[in-house]
Structure formats: C-alpha cells, structure tokens
C-alpha cells in the first residue's frame, strides 16, 4: 500500500503511531532548519516535519520540494509543540515526524494556486481543469454531485422504480431544439442523433410495462449556451404509468425534501405553491419567477388607453398593453442609472421604458404633461407607489413586455439588494398552454413537445380552432427563478396523438417517418403515463451556489461548446471522413 491513512483522518488519538501518508504538496515552508510540509490529498491537509537531526539526507531531499510534487511520507504522528495548533482543519492538532520520503512525481509549477481565495480566469481554469478540479470548492462540488445522485437512486428504488439505460444513438426527432448528428458508416448517408432526452424511450417503456422507469441520463442539444446550459447535460429522468399531476407532484416533492434535508439541513413545507402558467407571466413576466424579489407587474392600459400620450394609445390600440412596476425607493436614481435600465429592457425587444417619480407627493416625469391629474393619480394607486419610488413602464405586445419587465425586476432586485440568498423557494408553475405561434413560420407548435397531452376540457377548442386557450398537462419545478424540472403526462391515445401531429403541421406520413415506431406502440395498448425531468446541473448550482453550472461539471464546455483542455472539436483526417461518405464544404 501506498499509505495507510489519508491525510484528513489522524488525530491526537493516533499520537505515537508509524504511519504512511501519499499526496500532493500543498505548500513547502523553511523555518530555520526545519522543514514543513503540508500534505494534500483528497480529503484534507497533514502537516509533514523534517528535521536534520533526524536525517540531514531526508531534509535535503524536501528541500528540492516544490507546490504539486507527489510525495509518500513515512514517519511518526505526534503532537504539535504548544501554540502552534491549527484548529481550523481537523488534523490540525498533529503532524509527522518524517523518517522516509518517495517522489513519486515532480510538477511543473502550476498555472494557478490550488486555492480558493484566488481569483482565475475562467479559461485558465478549463484549459488546466485536472488543477482546477484540485481546488476544494470543486471537490466538494463533486463530491456533493455524487451524494445526490446516491440519495436519488436509493430514494427511487424504495419507491419500485427500475433503472434503465437508453439509446445514446438513436434516430433524429424534432423536440425543440437542433440535434447533434452522427453519420453512420455502415449506412451511407444515413444519420443517427444524440438524444435531446429519453422523451419517446421512457414512453416506450411505459408501453412495455415496466410501470416505473428512471435514469440519470445525459442529453444533448445543439443550442446557444449561456451560464445554465451545456451542450451535453444531465438530467434524473423518470416515468410512471397510470397517474395523473398529482402523483407526480407528490413523488418530487417527497424526494426534494428529502434532499434538501440530508444536504443541506432545509427543512422545506409541502406542498410547493402552485401558480398557473398565464399568472406567472401576468405578475412576474416569467414562467420561471424568483419569488423571493417582492416585486410584481400591473397593468394600467385600461387607465391610460385614452390618455393624450399617444404612445401608450397607438399601443393599446393596435392590441398592446402598457404594463409596469414600481421601484421601491429608487426616485433617487439618476438620469444615466435610468438610462442603463432603458438599455436594459431595448437589449430585450422594448423599443423605451416610460416612468413617473412620486417625491413629496408629486409625479414628476418627461412625459407627465400627456397626462391629467385624475390619470397620474389612478397610475400612482394601480402601482401602489409611495413617495420615494419610480413607476417604470413598456408599452408593446405582452411577448416583448413580459420578458423585458422580468430583466427589470431582476436588475432592481440586485441594485437595491433585495434577494435573500438564504431563502429557498420553491412552487410548480401549472397550467401551460399546449400549442404556442410562430410568428415567423405563422404556424402553431408545440409549447414543450408534441407528446404532452391536454386538459380534457380544453379538447373541444382543437376543432373550434381556438388553439391559443388551450391548456397543457404540463408543469415545470422553479427554485429561486431557475427551472430545474419539467414534465407532463403524456398522449396515451394514437388518435389524439394523430390529431396533435395534425395541428402543429405534421402529416401522417412524417409522422409515420419520423414517429412511426411510437405510435405502433400505441396500437398494442398504452397506458395512461406521464413523467418528470430533473436538470442536475441546474439543481447542483442553487445548492452550491455557484455563479455556473460549468463550475458543478467536471468537464464541461465553454460558452462557444469548445474544451479548452482537450481542443474539442476539432478537425479529423481525410480518411476518416471518406469512410463516412462526407466531405466539408470551406
């Protein structure tokens, strides 16, 4: 063995005994003739003495030591002499009295200290990510990952749930975003798909009978990344037959209290809040609201729709709405903090942002003269301003306005410190609409996939064409303003499923092509089924508490989907290419 204990586990208990320790160097320090070493590994720091009394070959050896040498150290626990204890690591109350070393390796001098004090680039940290993922922070990121992907797996297989492995190369289905494609060498000019999800898989499995699937599975989307998204990502996927919302509201709510429980000592309140889809965008601008920011929108377009400011008419005129929100305590903005959240909001499709101060009981404002004194009166109490605040408001289409307020409320929030950073919270957003319209193709879609079912209410409004009223059984877990779960219960019914197809614009031969292997399935009796999937990135990073999700992965992407450590992608040879029948265009 190259050692007998790690360096995280010796204490005054263990005084007196040999023992053997095996890591890196941590720091080298030269206090007269003795040397000290701390010795790191993964699981802590032993403080390492040599002193030529002892060994004047063995001191001159540590004295060539340097940061990230590997070592093994053979030597004596002992007490450390009195006042020179550390308290603050548990081996801080011992140290060895070296008698044998072994380099095990040397080390160039590293790119960065193995600290987290220290301040690094983000592409420093991926192109060196083996001395990055050194640092404790993202050991215990890891070590963190893995105790939850422990807790979920025991959790699940008390619940009776089986744990299968999907296809990774599988066949191109569209489900929102593009696929990453693999060309088959054996099948010229044929292509395989990584999959975007498990989506027809579990389903599938559902049909099989299996009653109750998971899996922590990886995906892939071919998407524009930014902090929360990867290109390749892991989610905890499950499937359950014969349930409806309810059971699998239940079930997540059971295992995230127990998560938040075990590790991180939250005791949290069940059942989560539920806030239907259309008043979420109606009060936050956003299907994912961080409910801890105590700020929420109004709209004053019945108040304003025949006032003299012809912006806020001409807009609820043509089917616009005026919608604000009140900045607590803010009248002391000035003109260029006002004009960065009028950047803000232009960054997201509003073409300004109109606002009134309420100071000493007056509305003050560039555009005030467009408006009488019953109708700035009716805006103050609308908006429930007080004298010290701003009443910011986007005239447009609620699909601009929404979207830009959410940034807003966001921006304040952080100007004015209003988010908790302790605080959880937690609430199922309910109630999407099933379809959603594309204004640049002017065709109806699928809101989430084309495989989520409907309310049975709502299914007459297919035939009466009234597509944009239509309910989902579709739901989404938000923590803190991240989503990090999404689900449904699924078209059990190849009829309705047909019909579905039909809407969004897909025949029955594409359908047949693209979907065929499903809805034969369907033929041979499918049960009611529906399910839920867990982003683990997303939920490792609020339990952290990190600024990325690329700081809970080992080894991710930057936000261009490059490995700065390893170069990928990169290009392959001639030959390579030739055997998969392509060939790049310059």
């Keep these: 063995m190259l050692r007998t204990h790690t360096c995280g586990e010796l204490s005054e208990k263990n005084n007196g005994a040999d023992v053997t320790l095996s890591g890196w160097v941590h720091s080298r320090r030269d206090h007269g003739e003795l040397v000290f070493v701390d010795l790191r590994d993964a699981y802590g720091i032993t403080q390492i003495v040599f002193d030529p009394k002892e060994s004047r070959e063995l001191h001159a050896q540590a004295e060539k030591l340097r940061s990230e040498f590997v070592i093994q150290v053979a030597g004596t626990v002992r007490l450390r002499p009195k006042g020179t204890e550390n308290t603050k690591i548990p081996t801080g109350l011992i140290e060895i009295a070296a008698r044998k070393m072994v380099i095990l390796n040397q080390a160039l001098t590293p790119p960065f200290e193995i600290d987290d004090t220290q301040t690094v680039s983000e592409e420093a940290r991926l192109k060196y990510r083996y001395i990055d993922l050194r640092r404790p922070v993202m050991q215990r990121n890891l070590r963190l990952r893995h105790r939850m992907n422990k807790i979920m797996r025991d959790f699940l297989d008390e619940k009776k749930f089986v744990e299968v492995e999907t296809p990774i190369l599988t066949k191109s289905t569209p489900e929102g975003a593009r696929d990453y494609l693999v060309p088959s060498r054996l099948n010229a000019g044929y292509f395989f798909a990584l999959p975007q999800s498990p989506q027809l898989f579990k389903q599938i499995l559902m049909v099989s009978g299996l009653d109750r699937y998971y ?95 012809n912006v806020f008419k001409q807009v609820i005129g043509s089917g616009g709405s005026v919608i604000g929100l009140t900045g607590r305590g803010c009248a002391g903005f000035s003109r260029s903090k006002i004009d960065e959240l009028t950047k803000l ?241 310059p």
């Design 215 to 309: 899996q922590i599975a990886r995906c892939f989307r071919d998407e524009d990344l930014r902090a929360d998204r990867q290109p390749e990502f892991t989610q905890l996927d499950i499937e359950m037959s014969f349930i409806d919302e309810e059971d699998v509201f239940a079930l997540c709510e059971e295992l995230l209290v127990m998560l938040f429980k075990d590790l991180k000592g939250i005791t949290l309140k069940t059942p989560f809040p539920r806030l239907p889809y259309r008043e979420a965008m109606a009060r936050y601008g956003s299907d994912k609201p961080d409910t801890r920011i105590p700020i929420e929108l109004k709209d004053i377009s019945s108040i304003v729709k025949a006032c003299n400011f």
């Design 345 to 585: 909001v232009q960054s997201w499709g509003a073409k300004g942002l109109a606002y009134f101060i309420l100071e000493d009981g007056k509305v003050n404002s560039p555009i005030q003269k467009f408006f009488t004194q019953d109708e700035l009166a009716a805006i103050t109490g609308a908006m429930g301003a007080v004298p010290g605040d701003i009443m910011f408001f986007v005239a447009d289409r609620k699909e601009v306005i929404y979207p830009a307020l959410n940034a807003l409320r966001i921006e304040l929030a952080r100007i004015n410190k209003l988010i908790d950073h302790d605080k959880v919270d937690l609430l199922w957003v309910v109630d999407f609409p099933l379809f959603k319209y594309n204004e640049e193709e002017k065709r109806w879609e699928s809101e989430h996939h084309p495989f989520t079912s409907l309310k049975t209410d709502d299914i007459p409004l297919i035939e009466k064409g009234d597509l944009g009223n239509i309910r989902s059984k579709s739901y989404d877990l938000v923590i803190n303003g991240m989503e990090i779960a999404s689900g449904s219960i699924r078209i059990h019914s190849k009829e309705l499923q047909e019909k579905i197809f039909k809407t969004i614009g897909i025949s029955g031969e594409e359908a047949a092509v693209r979907f065929g292997f499903l809805l034969d399935a369907f033929r041979y009796g499918a049960p009611p089924h529906g399910g839920i999937a867990l982003g683990l990135d997303r939920f490792i990073t609020i339990f952290t508490k990190s600024e990325s999700i690329r700081d809970v992965i080992a080894f991710p992407k930057t936000q261009k989907a490059v490995c700065p450590m390893t170069s990928a992608p990169s290009t392959v040879d001639e030959k390579q290419l030739k055997e998969l029948h392509i060939r790049t265009i």
